[in-house]
């Protein structure tokens, strides 16, 4: 059991059966075994822009199986080549701001094992290139279909879909537009609403 931050080596490559263990403050993601810290908790302006956005995907009239989650939530991904669903061999573990997941089986207590086919993200002060890079591949090579990268800061909104296994741009979207759901066709979302603050 880890109880400080600190006595982790970022050198050293863990495991999810390792992140269970940890018994500090601080929250932290694990991609491909590398530690994350996060920031704090994120600032109000997120919170608002999450909760905005919330508001209008649960406006959506049926769901059927999918569910909606938000953060914090872990989604244990699996590196297509080496693991299995076992906690020792998970090397990645991370909490999109939401997530919507349409495959029941991949749920269990501890929250989501594989891809989530919609993932949410908001970027924050905190957010470095190098986590937004590895994330964006993540996403890409575990199969998210629908990745959604929102700035706050310049009201902006980022749409990748997969095609073929690798991301298309699909569009960037401004405070003043409505956003369409790709893998949801009769969902839409009015940014102007989720960057009210």
Same mark, same amino acid.
């Given at each position: ?15 999810? @059966? ?22 704090? @908790? ?6 608002? =822009? ?11 009239? %049926?769901? +059927?199986?999918?569910? =909606?989650?938000? #953060? ?24 999109? %701001? /939401? &997530? ?6 991949? *749920? %269990?207590?501890?929250? &989501?094992?594989? @891809?989530?086919?919609? /993932? ?23 199969? =998210?279909?629908?990745?959604?990268? =929102?700035?706050?800061? %310049? ?14 741009? @699909? ?6 537009? /409505? #956003? +369409? ?5 009769? *969902? ?10």
């Amino acid at each position: 059991m880890v109880t400080k931050f600190e006595d982790l080596s970022m050198d050293k490559i863990y495991t999810y @059966a390792d992140y269970l263990t940890w018994e500090f403050k601080e929250r932290v993601e694990l991609i491909k075994g590398r530690i994350f810290k996060m920031s704090p @908790a994120p600032n109000v302006r997120h919170q608002i =822009v999450s909760s905005n956005l919330l508001q209008q995907i649960w406006k959506k009239d %049926d769901w +059927n199986q999918c569910k =909606v989650f938000h #953060a914090p939530f872990d989604v244990r991904l699996l590196d297509t080549k080496k693991s299995k669903k076992k906690d020792k061999e998970i090397l990645t573990v991370i909490q999109p %701001d /939401i &997530c919507v997941l349409c495959d029941p089986s991949k *749920l %269990d207590e501890q929250g &989501c094992v594989g @891809a989530p086919d919609w /993932i949410i993200e908001i970027l924050s002060p905190g957010n470095s290139k190098k986590e937004l890079n590895n994330k964006f591949d993540l996403y890409e090579e575990n199969g =998210v279909r629908e990745y959604w990268l =929102v700035s706050p800061g %310049d009201m902006t909104l980022n749409v990748f879909v997969l095609k073929k296994g690798k991301y298309q741009h @699909a569009k960037m979207y401004s405070n003043e537009e /409505i #956003a +369409n759901v790709e893998i949801f066709p009769d *969902l839409k979302i009015d940014l102007e609403k989720v960057f009210e603050y």
